[in-house]
C-alpha cells in the first residue's frame, strides 16, 4: 500500500510540473524559466546607484538589499519573476538616497532573451505605470 501511495506521490508532481510548465512555469520557484533578465544598463557618462523599490512608487526601498553602483557604459542584470501583471521598480540615482527616479521593468510576459534597459528610462517616482 505504501509502494502505491509513493508512486501516485509522484506520478502527481510529474503531473503538477507539466501543468506548471504548460502555463510557462516551473514548480521549482528557483527555476530560472520562472524569471525575466533585464540589463540595466548605464548609458550615462558618471556613475549610477540603483536600489530595488518595495512598491511601484519607490516610497519605500527594500531594506534587506542595498544600493547598487553602476559604472558609465556597464550593466547590472537583475532577475524578476514574470506573470501577468508583475514588474519591479528600482530607484535610480547619482549618489544612493538623492535626485531619484524610478525605473520600472514590465515583466508580465515571459522574455524569450535578456531584456536591455538604459538607466537614462528613468522617469519620476510619481509618475503612473504605462499600460
Known sequence: MAVAAAVALVVGLFVAEGIAEAGG???DPTDPMN???FALVNDSPST???HLCADSRCSRLESHFDWT?????SSETEQVYWDPG???AYAV???PGRNERCLRLD???EA???VSVHLSSARSCGDPIAP
Open 25 to 27: 512555469h516551473s514548480l
Open 107 to 109: 515583466a508580465s510576459t
Open 86 to 88: 508583475s514588474f519591479a
Open 35 to 37: 524569471y525575466d533578465s
Open 112 to 114: 524569450t532573451a535578456k
Open 93 to 95: 540615482s547619482d549618489r
Open 69 to 73: 553602483a553602476i559604472a558609465p557604459g
Open 48 to 50: 549610477l546607484y540603483v
